[in-house]
């Protein structure tokens, strides 16, 4: 459940982005935005990820995976994953401090980024190709 919440947040956080985006720094929009982004990085995804990190440790810890090189492979797509999520921490301060450099492309464009290393894991997880 941690995993799939904090995934959930990887996929929404940046979409919230897209749309606050347009809307005008200062207005209610923007503000209702910035409560939604917080809540959703402060409430959901970040116990999602403690948790989520944790578990996979033990799990890997219990299952002696970190001898295998696919799990190493996968470690580091999830610390990319970690990476990323820290990121959108910094592009939320942004929007709390109506400072937002950023279009609305580049949020389209990171949107993608969390999809692209689920796949990648996923096949990582299924296949163990080494």
Request: glycine share 4%.
């Amino acid at each position: 459940m941690a995993v799939i919440s904090w995934m959930a947040g990887l996929f929404y956080l940046p979409r919230l982005m897209v749309y606050h985006v347009q809307a005008e720094p200062g207005s209610d929009k923007s503000e209702t935005f910035k409560i939604m982004e917080r809540r959703l990085y402060k409430a959901i995804m970040n116990p999602a990820m403690v948790v989520a990190w944790i578990c996979g440790l033990v799990i890997a810890v219990e299952w002696d995976y970190f001898r295998d090189g696919w799990f190493h492979a996968k470690l580091l797509f999830v610390i990319l994953l970690t990476i990323f999520h820290f990121m959108l921490g910094k592009r939320l301060k942004e929007f709390a401090a109506d400072r937002n450099k950023h279009s609305e492309r580049y949020f389209r464009m990171i949107n993608e980024i969390p999809t692209l290393i689920m796949v990648v894991v996923v096949i990582l997880v299924i296949l163990r190709p080494f």
